[in-house]
């Protein structure tokens, strides 16, 4: 006999099984498979010195037998640790074996050998708080759904083979399946698997608890066979009478769901009461399948009494996973209680089988989803039969989030494009705040390096660090964009505070005429600032030299500085029209009461206020209209008409009322509006000649509020005092 004989004939039972299932063509790829793996790892041993590769095989044999999986997952199956641990090129990649098996195989084969051998790689943690975690982490591996499904069927064969591994590796890979990949299984239906794996997993990590309720339910199981027949004698006359085709089988519970109850409720083995359940399984049409399962239950309800608050109808609307029955619990005397289950045969397959009931696939694409909701679409979309899994599924895991870890390997699930100060903060804020750097796979990064799935990440923190506005520019997480913003608005608030109470004393020393309100917006027009906060920061932090300050507030006071103003300006418009000759100083028109007569008009395109760098401009029929230097005509009037340009300014002790308009945006609230015109006319004393807001539908309002003032000292000083508003994001001079 060949070697290849010798061989095909060691794993005659998965090419028996392959044989019923499938075509000739898949028998040879299967066969080929096995003559590959076994060229390249067929020398490799498992703890017990049986080869390596009957692993392999009786995950295909699980695969296409309970999981009912098609060709290319058994192929993939068989050559899934031929890939782990013979195709790693010099750099630890996996490399040219690839190319290799997509051209004897296919591509889709290399595609789900490739997301086993990412799983493979995954240190995963016994820590049950980092349980849900590694679940969404194995997920997000399993881009093509069938490499989850084969990784259950991996992790089934290792358990029910665990007693040739170490004490150590027992328990760890014991830990694994009871809650990483049982919880998997539960999710996709597959109840036998996730049951298999819960009980293998229990007698390794409670080996007495175990062999004691093992040895119970053996000893109790005639006398409950012998109940079962005296309490389903009744009912099957009914259900005779009626003429149901049907039939009855018993559940006995899973060892583990047993322990599990026996540990949440504290209570002994007989102390258990729903040890076994009654399942009554109809035959009838799918359309009859309510109708009837709501007779068998109605005849069942005659003969015992029913608890009604343990009733479930989970006919008229299922499970989120699919699963459909109708549960009830009867009294069947001395304080006895037995659950029934109602179902029909087709309820019964998607029950017991999970994903290996029904098949075919009905084709979605809904973008990107959370892991949970890719397992629950998953076991939502396997409906009917002969269809391989990948062929109509085109959902995937979410894309947008990635797994990393800590030195200590604990996972942290952060959102795509996250960077090593996004994986401080997930840790601690106190990290967070401090971070100066840190390793990426033990490299030396930044603090702006993004981080890719399986990084492990290691932070460095000074403390003498502290957030910064431009972190905000590449943090990703609302965590740290938010511990970000809170910092520094703490801190401008201990700065605004600080500058304040230092311009409120130097005012105060100087004995300035001035109150601060008037000087804050005076400062803030002068160094361009659109809030007084921002102002007393720039005190507080230095930059405003309060020397400079002081001798700026006196030129304000004694008026040098409207003229120092006045000059500049008009030496600007003559470098801008250096033929025009500039008028003499005597020559300006003095802008005071006499605005009123017909002479002089202010210029309605642009409103200016006594203490607004303004120019005349000589109009054909309606005399001189006066201007501001800002004007949005000045321009255009300078270019076209520069011998028509007067200058003009205002009388250091004119009194007069100018119309100003002030738009605002603030918050849509009720009373805001109220508060704004209380700081007009109650603080101000100035007279509102029109107002109106507007809601913009985003919770936001907008509004213009036109009042008459004296001066625009007055405009700026009120324009701080509405940005002072609770609720008022900006006020500004339409100009």
């Not at 703890?47 to 058994?74: C, F, K, M, Q, W």
């Not at 007495?208 to 199981?221: A, H, M």
């Not at 005349?616 to 201007?627: A, E, K, L, M």
């Not at 008459?708 to 609720?727: C, F, H, M, N, W």
Request: hydrophobic share 40%; aromatic share 8%; proline share 3%.
């Amino acid at each position: 006999m060949t070697d290849k004989e010798h061989l095909l004939e060691r794993y005659a039972s998965l090419r028996t099984k392959v044989a019923e299932l499938f075509s000739p063509t898949t028998q040879t790829l299967v066969d080929e498979a096995l003559v590959y793996a076994d060229a390249h790892i067929g020398e490799l041993r498992r703890y017990d010195g049986t080869p390596l590769l009957d692993h392999d095989v009786e995950v295909a044999y699980i695969v296409v037998s309970e999981i009912g999986l098609g060709r290319n997952s058994a192929v993939a199956s068989i050559l899934h640790d031929t890939v782990r641990l013979a195709a790693k090129a010099d750099d630890g990649t996996l490399a040219p074996m690839l190319d290799e098996i997509a051209e004897k195989f296919g591509k889709e084969v290399v595609g789900i050998v490739v997301g086993l051998s990412n799983i493979s790689e995954l240190k995963l943690n016994m820590q049950s708080e980092q349980a849900s975690n590694f679940r969404d982490m194995i997920v997000a591996y399993s881009s093509d759904p069938r490499v989850i499904l084969i990784k259950l069927s991996d992790r089934l064969e290792v358990m029910r083979s665990l007693a040739m591994f170490p004490k150590n590796k027992r328990l760890k890979k014991s830990w694994e399946s009871m809650n990483l990949y049982a919880q998997i299984a539960h999710k996709l239906g597959l109840y036998k698997i996730k049951s298999e794996l819960e009980d293998l997993a229990l007698s390794w990590l409670e080996p007495d608890d175990y062999r004691e309720i093992s040895t119970k339910l053996k000893e109790s199981e005639q006398e409950r066979l012998n109940f079962i027949a005296d309490f389903t004698e009744p009912i099957k006359r009914g259900l005779n009478a009626a003429g149901i085709r049907y039939h009855i089988k018993s559940r006995t519970k899973s060892i583990y769901s047993i322990w599990n109850k026996m540990r949440k409720q504290h209570v002994p083995f007989e102390g258990v009461y729903d040890i076994f359940a009654i399942r009554i399984i109809i035959d009838c049409p799918k359309e009859r399948e309510k109708m009837q399962c709501w007779t068998v239950y109605s005849i069942v309800s005659d003969i015992y009494t029913p608890n009604t608050e343990r009733m479930r109808d989970w006919i008229t609307i299922p499970k989120s996973n699919g699963y459909e029955s109708l549960h009830t619990t009867v009294s069947a005397g001395n304080g006895r209680w037995v659950e029934i289950q109602i179902r029909s045969e087709r309820m019964d397959d998607v029950a017991e089988l999970g994903i290996a009931a029904h098949w075919r696939y009905k084709g979605v694409n809904q973008g990107a989803q959370t892991s949970e909701q890719w397992l629950s679409r998953l076991r939502e979309l396997m409906e009917e039969t002969h269809n391989d899994i990948a062929e109509r599924f085109d959902a995937k895991p979410a894309s947008d989030e990635i797994f990393v870890f800590t030195p200590n390997g604990d996972i942290r699930k952060l959102p795509e494009g996250a960077t090593l100060l996004d994986f401080a903060f997930d840790i601690h804020t106190n990290l967070g705040t401090t971070c100066s750097g840190g390793k990426v796979n033990g490299r030396a990064v930044p603090i702006r390096e993004q981080l890719k799935n399986g990084d492990i990440v290691e932070i460095f923190s000074q403390k003498n660090q502290s957030p910064k506005a431009d972190w905000l520019n590449f943090v990703v997480t609302s965590k740290a964009r938010g511990k970000i913003k809170a910092y520094i608005r703490e801190e401008q608030a201990k700065n605004a505070k600080v500058g304040r109470e230092e311009l409120e004393r130097k005012l105060k020393n100087w004995k300035f005429p001035k109150s601060i309100d008037e000087v804050v917006g005076y400062l803030c027009k002068y160094y361009k600032q659109r809030t007084g906060t921002a102002l007393y920061e720039l005190v507080a932090t230095e930059k405003i030299d309060l020397s400079v300050v002081r001798d700026l507030l006196a030129k304000w006071v004694s008026g040098e500085a409207e003229e120092l103003r006045r000059v500049a300006e008009a030496e600007h418009r003559r470098a801008m029209n250096p033929n025009v000759e500039a008028p003499k100083s005597h020559d300006a028109l003095i802008i005071d009461e006499s605005i009123n007569n017909i002479v002089y008009k202010l210029a309605k395109c642009c409103n200016p206020i006594k203490g607004d760098d303004i120019f005349g401009f000589v109009t054909i029929n309606s005399g001189i209209t006066i201007h501001r230097a800002d004007c949005p005509n000045a321009k255009h009037i300078h270019e076209h008409y520069p011998y028509r340009i007067m200058e003009a300014r205002w009388r250091a002790n004119a009194d007069g009322a100018f119309r100003a308009t002030i738009a605002v945006n603030m918050q849509d609230s009720a009373g805001l509006a109220n508060k704004i015109t209380e700081v007009i006319s109650r603080d101000f004393k100035l007279n509102i000649r029109a107002l109106n807001i507007a809601s913009r539908g985003d919770g936001t309002c907008v509004g213009t509020i036109s009042v008459e003032v004296p001066s625009v000292g007055t405009v700026d000083s009120l324009i701080y005092a509405i940005q002072r508003v609770k609720g008022v994001q900006r006020a500004y001079r339409v100009k």
